[in-house]
């Protein structure tokens, strides 16, 4: 039994009533799981457990670090300057962000298997501290579960077992996460580097031994390839996804749901125009793009569209969701359609709208109209839009979540002008 190191401080009022020893439950209720022995199996050991916790850890944090950058992304706060350089940023963070989260699922439950004869321990409560530990631990191991199967889930397109809007959830349920891992860690970390120090303490050449269990049992062989059968669990499985982002792999891709190159002119589509309600709008000869702000307001038929400058940009398509395809995109700089209207781009923002009725992402807006390769675009690979890409005209800027790239623009409304 490891001693708490705080254990060993000085102890002052507060802490002698934390860790005050709690009464023992009756012996006769320790039956069935509860049994000193009723969990045998040789594998479990501290060296094991720690080692599956450093990997864990790790993937947790990178999947913590990159979220927070999408959802910093998709609601910049005003104090905060973003890069929209390189243009291709968040496709790789995003990508990496949900093969990492996969990834996950079988270092989650091989870590949940090795520590899980815990939750018998006896007694169940020692002190109040011990309480607040066994705490931490059930909302770590919640979160973490929660983490995992909604990102699955949202991932999936199966929305029927969230009653709750994705998005949010994830987000605030990762401070959770994060929260209770780094006081997990805090609580831990003696016991891992104890663990991982002992490497090679046991019998030389036996191959066998190797670890010491928290019980003083010596641990059988087996860890190795135990954690040898997890790795290439997760390798397979982000093999199995990272097609859906790194072309050269697409071929693999058999878990990821959309693979580049797929759908209407090369490129994947989420939401289509029959989905999204647009299709009668976006084809009626009457559509015309409404460019408004500062009292002034113009309208532009396709034709005026296309009479203006065109522009080229090869850029991505970068869905939270971990696909990406880049394309060949044309159109007009949004820049020069703010202009019409006598905005300086440099210092407004542009609220770009679309045709559709509903939906989250029928509005978008663009912090930094005046980035040159940020166009309304009409063509992509040098043909017109499909209606599921966006026809007449869609939004394409660099760095972008996909979420933001709001297809089927009606209108665009100048803000914050100075
Ligand atoms: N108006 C509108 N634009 C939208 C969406 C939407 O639902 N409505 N979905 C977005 C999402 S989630 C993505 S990933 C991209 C996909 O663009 P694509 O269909 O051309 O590949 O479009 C974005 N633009
Ligand atoms: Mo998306």
Redesign the pocket.
């Known amino acids: 039994m490891v001693r708490h190191p705080v254990g060993r401080m000085r102890p002052g009022r507060i802490w002698a009533w934390l860790t005050e020893p709690l009464p023992v439950p009756p012996e006769g209720l320790r039956r069935g799981p509860l049994r000193p022995d009723a969990f045998g199996s040789p594998l479990r050991s501290a060296r094991l457990t720690s080692q599956l916790g450093v990997a864990l850890g790790v993937a947790f944090g990178i999947c913590f670090l990159t979220g927070l950058y999408s959802h910093v992304l998709q609601h910049p706060p005003a104090w905060l300057w973003l890069p929209t350089r390189p243009a291709g940023l968040y496709r790789f963070t995003q990508g990496l962000h949900v093969a990492t989260g996969l990834a996950t699922v079988p270092l989650l439950g091989a870590k949940l298997w090795s520590v899980y004869p815990r939750l018998f321990t006896w007694p169940p409560v020692r002190s109040l501290i011990h309480a607040a530990e066994r705490l931490t631990v059930a909302a770590l191991v919640g979160a973490a579960l929660f983490q995992v199967i909604s990102g699955v889930l949202n991932i999936a397109h199966w929305y029927g077992p969230m009653p709750f809007f994705f998005t949010d959830a994830h987000y605030w349920v990762a401070w959770i996460a994060i929260g209770a891992l780094v006081s997990h860690i805090g609580v831990q970390l003696p016991v891992v580097k104890d663990a991982l120090r002992r490497r090679g303490k046991g019998e030389p050449g036996s191959g066998l031994v190797d670890g010491v269990s928290e019980n003083g049992r010596e641990a059988a062989g087996g860890r190795r390839e135990f954690l040898l059968a997890v790795a290439v669990a997760a390798g397979v499985i982000t093999l199995a996804t990272l097609g859906q982002t790194v072309r050269s792999l697409s071929p693999l891709a058999l878990l990821g749901p959309r693979r580049p190159g797929t ?1 209407p002119q090369g ?5 289509t125009a029959a989905s ?1 309600g647009v299709r009668d709008a976006v084809l009626d000869p009457a559509y015309r793009l409404t460019v408004t702000g500062l009292g002034r307001s113009v309208e532009l038929s396709l034709a005026d569209l296309a009479a203006l400058p065109q522009h080229t940009t090869v850029l991505p ?1 970068a ?2 969701e971990g696909w990406s ?1 880049v394309g060949t995109w044309t159109g007009v700089r949004l820049r020069d359609l703010l202009s019409l209207i006598g905005a300086d781009p440099e210092t407004c923002t542009a609220e770009i709208e ?1 045709l ?1 009725a509903g ?1 989250r ?2 509005t978008s807006t663009v912090g930094d109209p005046a980035d040159d390769r940020t166009l309304i675009a009409l063509r992509l690979g040098g043909e017109p839009l499909a209606l ?3 026809f007449p005209a ?1 939004l394409i800027a660099p760095n972008r979540p ?2 933001l ?4 623009v009606g209108r665009i409304t100048v803000r914050g002008a100075s």
């Open positions: 759908g490129l994947p589509v989420n939401r999204a398509i869905c939270v395809s679309s559709q939906g992402y029928r599921d890409h966006g869609r996909g979420v790239q709001t297809k089927w």
